[in-house]
């Protein structure tokens, strides 16, 4: 991927739509960020308890387990948003036009198939954690100092929607831009080349100088 790909605003139905799930899409990185910030925290608790006080952090690793599926799924739509997930540009990038929205739209519609299948499946794997009748409602537990998993587990299903959300948006912004042939559609991200990238950069260094 050359770099970040701008995403393309107007007063369209479809671009208010891309609006307020960005909204959504940014709380839920933020949370991510929290847990990666978390950790960092219990580390350092962990180490200068072990190092001064003959003490650690109590189930370090049961809160490493807990925290990384937050890590890891929470930030994945809005990545998707901004096309900065890892890809390889080197086809797509060579394409233009109607060619380059078909591309995209085929992908794209292949990640949904795959995204609804992995909901399908983790959702299944929440439900069998889940009990109100248990504990803590959890039927399972960290082997530590025995934290509930279902919190872990319902995260996944929960990130995939949204991301599902996120990708219906940008079946219907390519849609739209393969139908009308259209240069620029908003809502859904544009590749940049690597002259391009390096001058956003640029623009943006001098932004804060």
Not at 130 to 138: E, N
Request: glycine content about 8%; cysteine-free.
């Amino acid at each position: 991927m050359a770099g970040a790909s701008p995403v393309l605003e107007d007063g369209s139905l479809l671009s208010r739509l891309d609006q307020r799930l960005l909204r959504l899409e940014r709380v839920f990185a933020l949370l991510s960020g929290l847990a990666i910030f978390s950790l960092m925290f219990m580390a350092v608790w962990s180490v200068v308890g072990r190092k001064f006080f003959n003490a650690p952090l109590p189930g370090y690793v049961d809160w490493i387990e807990m925290a990384m599926p937050f890590i890891a799924f929470l930030g994945i739509a809005y990545v998707q948003r901004d096309g900065t997930h890892i890809r390889m540009d080197l086809v797509i990038g060579r394409l233009g036009g109607r060619a380059l929205w078909l591309a995209e739209l085929v992908s794209v519609l292949l990640i949904l198939v795959l995204i609804l299948a992995l909901i399908w499946g983790s959702w299944a794997h929440f439900d069998r954690s889940f009990d109100f009748g248990s504990k803590w409602w959890s039927r399972d537990s960290s082997i530590d100092i025995g934290l509930p998993i279902w919190p872990a587990k319902l995260v996944v299903p929960v990130a995939f929607s949204v991301l599902v959300a996120r990708l219906l948006i940008q079946v219907w912004g390519y849609g739209r831009a393969l139908v009308l042939g259209l240069a620029s559609p908003v809502a859904v991200p544009l590749i940049r080349s690597v002259e391009e990238t390096a001058r956003a950069e640029a623009e943006l260094l001098d932004g804060h100088d």
